[in-house]
T-cell receptor, first 112, second 112 residues
């Protein structure tokens, strides 16, 4: 059990560029969650998957945000046409159904 | 919708002092309750949990009791250490169905 892995750990991008983050969950965890955390706030839920099915995506912040989990393994979160307000920590977590979630160390995005 | 309210920080204590961080929740069902901790530069780690009323979660000297009558899950520790300095998040989830809902977090600083 190597834990939830997120890459990259840090990303600096220019406004208007697209960025993609990757999350590798704990093996055999069928659920995968994406959250956003801004300074001084708790994590804010964005979307989640059960295996390859995206069960909830209405909480994605805008249509510039999208997520995939092909084959029910790793997941990617993409932000198109980044804005300065997208600067935040993006957290991934995984879980087996009916058990608690384990978090990765996050990807810190800075949009300049 | 479901929500979590926790006491504002920062909280500054001397080593060996008693700690209480208040957390109350609003939920339509019977959620499980959690405390997560975030050390500087790291991701969220599960500290403790309770899945039903009157359950007490405990770990590393921290305790919290699920109080349905007061909808609370206050975090306590009898004697804090400098190494406990971190941000603490109260959260809830219906483990079978819903992602975690977090409070805003409480920053704890313990000074020697």
């Amino acid at each position: 059990d190597t834990g939830v892995s997120q890459n990259p750990r840090h990303k600096i991008t220019k406004r208007g560029q697209n960025v993609t983050f990757r999350c590798d969950p704990i093996s055999e965890h069928n659920r995968l969650y994406w959250y956003r955390q801004t300074l001084g706030q708790g994590p804010e839920f964005l979307t989640y998957f059960q295996n390859e099915a995206q069960l909830e995506k209405s909480r994605l912040l805008s249509d510039r945000f999208s997520a995939e989990r092909p084959k029910g393994s790793f997941s990617t979160l993409e932000i198109q046409r980044t804005e300065q307000g997208d600067s935040a920590m993006y957290l991934c977590a995984s879980a087996r159904t009916n058990t608690e979630a384990f978090f990765g160390q996050g990807t810190r995005l800075t949009v300049v | 919708g479901d929500s979590v309210t926790q006491m504002e920080g920062p909280v500054t204590l001397s080593e060996e002092a008693f700690l209480t961080i208040n957390c109350t929740y609003t939920a339509t069902g019977y959620p499980s309750l959690f405390w997560y901790v975030q050390y500087p530069g790291e991701g969220l780690q599960l500290l403790l949990k309770a899945t039903k009323a009157d359950d007490k979660g405990s770990n590393k000297g921290f305790e919290a009791t699920y109080r349905k009558e007061t909808t609370s899950f206050h975090l306590e520790k009898g004697s804090v250490q400098v190494s406990d300095s971190a941000v603490y998040f109260c959260a809830l989830s219906d483990l079978g169905n819903t992602p975690l809902v977090f409070g805003k977090g409480t920053r704890l600083s313990v000074i020697a």
